[in-house]
């Protein structure tokens, strides 16, 4: 993908087309111009996120296997190649122009994790929060270790182990500071 590659500034159209092996005429019947092919790029990162399959609470089972489980779904997802493509190719532009960063709704890629949380608060199994900060949080923590080197460093994504370290780190500060005591 151009824009991953070049960014958003440096990639035409022009380019574009002559990459993808189509006439430029071609590209301009699907898309008006470079920002409508980068919002369908966003888009197209919004809906992978929404697409994701539903982890629902269960009061009968464990509280931190449950957390463990939704945090390798989103680890997994956030460090998918086809999402880090689609990140890297769209950072380039939002870095440079945040109107258009705050036209994104990211409450759209924390919804799993809130209706999680939204369930196990009114289980009585968290203490009583914002789950939509909550969300953020939680996410947040994993994308800090297991996304952002791989957006910012270039790494590679996290080993297996690595990610369980992750994933295990997460899950305990938040249970430190959300769980409900028993």
Not at 135 to 160: D, R, Y
């Amino acid at each position: 993908m151009e824009f991953q590659t070049r960014g958003y500034f440096s990639t035409s159209m022009n380019v574009i087309a002559a990459t993808a092996n189509v006439s430029k005429r071609t590209l301009y019947n699907h898309f008006d111009s470079k920002e409508a092919l980068f919002d369908a790029i966003i888009e197209e990162l919004t809906q992978k996120a929404e697409l994701l399959p539903e982890c629902s609470f269960d009061p009968t089972r464990d509280l931190r296997e449950q957390l463990v489980e939704l945090a390798e779904a989103e680890v997994q997802f956030m460090t998918s190649a086809s999402v880090v493509a689609l990140a890297r190719a769209g950072i380039s532009r939002v870095l440079a122009e945040p109107e258009v960063g705050k036209k994104i709704d990211h409450r759209r890629f924390h919804k799993r994790v809130k209706s999680w949380l939204d369930d196990a608060l009114a289980a009585g199994c968290l203490n009583h929060t914002s789950t939509e900060f909550a969300a953020k949080q939680f996410v947040g923590m994993l994308m800090t270790f297991a996304f952002w080197p791989m957006i910012v460093n270039g790494e590679s994504p996290p080993s297996k182990k690595k990610r369980a370290d992750i994933i295990e780190s997460t899950v305990e500060m938040f249970l430190c500071c959300y769980r409900e005591p028993e």
